[in-house]
T-cell receptor
Framework: QKEVEQDPGPLSVPEGAIVSLNCTYS??????FMWYRQYSRKGPELLMYTYSSGNKEDGRFTAQVDKSSKYISLFIRDSQPSDSATYLC????????????FGTGTSLTVIP | DTAVSQTPKYLVTQMGNDKSIKCEQNLGHDTMYWYKQDSKKFLKIMFSYNNKELIINETVPNRFSPKSPDKAHLNLHINSLELGDSAVYFCASSPRPADTQYFGPGTRLTVL
């Protein structure tokens, strides 16, 4: 079993829709959770960075962490065609010597 | 003003050849990484250096040898290239180990 599971999609939504992207994980020691956006043929760029449980909002993006269920989500409100990309979740434990574990990414297309 | 840059962007080569990929960051970060992203978009860490010292060395064939001449550079040399080495290789940097990572644009390696 992989450390982090993510539905690869593809996910296709109309412009303006609310998008929900999710990851599950197996290691209860994970404390730091990230979402990256990766456009085609580009490097991943950090969208959201959260610590432990709870919600974090940044513009149209909301990251949610439920440590009891080992489940994290990224919500995109009022989705735009420019949001079309692959979204990768990543997480790590509090041990700074440890690496980040990435999900396989969910491919999202927002149709105008 | 590129933060993390990689050269070359594309690399097409024959099996058995030796090749190098270079990475430079101008962010003043202490830590640098090499990741491999396969055709299914799975991002897997290969190596991490902090202040020119190797701190993460995942299970990678010893045909892959990283070199960090200084904090701003982390190069990856690959000997005796194999078909399975075909992937996109990303360099990344962070202020400190396990801190937020900033990715380069990637090097798309194709081994024929």
């Amino acid at each position: 079993q992989k450390e982090v599971e993510q539905d690869p999609g593809p996910l296709s939504v109309p412009e303006g829709a609310i998008v929900s992207l999710n990851c599950t994980y197996s290691n209860s020691a994970f404390q730091y959770f990230m979402w990256y956006r990766q456009y085609s043929r580009k490097g991943p760029e950090l969208l959201m960075y959260t610590y432990s449980s709870g919600n974090k909002e940044d513009g149209r993006f909301t990251a949610q962490v439920d440590k009891s269920s080992k489940y994290i989500s990224l919500f995109i409100r009022d989705s735009q065609p420019s949001d079309s990309a692959t979204y990768l979740c990543a997480m790590r434990t509090s041990n700074t010597g440890n690496q980040f574990y990435f999900g396989t990414g969910t491919s999202l297309t927002v149709i105008p | 003003d590129t933060a993390v840059s990689q050269t070359p962007k594309y690399l097409v080569t024959q099996m058995g050849n030796d090749k190098s990929i270079k990475c430079e960051q101008n962010l003043g970060h202490d830590t640098m990484y090499w990741y491999k992203q396969d055709s299914k978009k799975f991002l897997k860490i290969m190596f991490s250096y902090n202040n020119k010292e190797l701190i993460i060395n995942e299970t990678v064939p010893n045909r892959f040898s990283p070199k960090s001449p200084d904090k701003a550079h982390l190069n990856l040399h690959i000997n005796s290239l194999e078909l399975g080495d075909s992937a996109v290789y990303f360099c990344a940097s962070s202020p400190r180990p396990a801190d937020t990572q900033y990715f380069g644009p990637g090097t798309r390696l194709t081994v024929l």
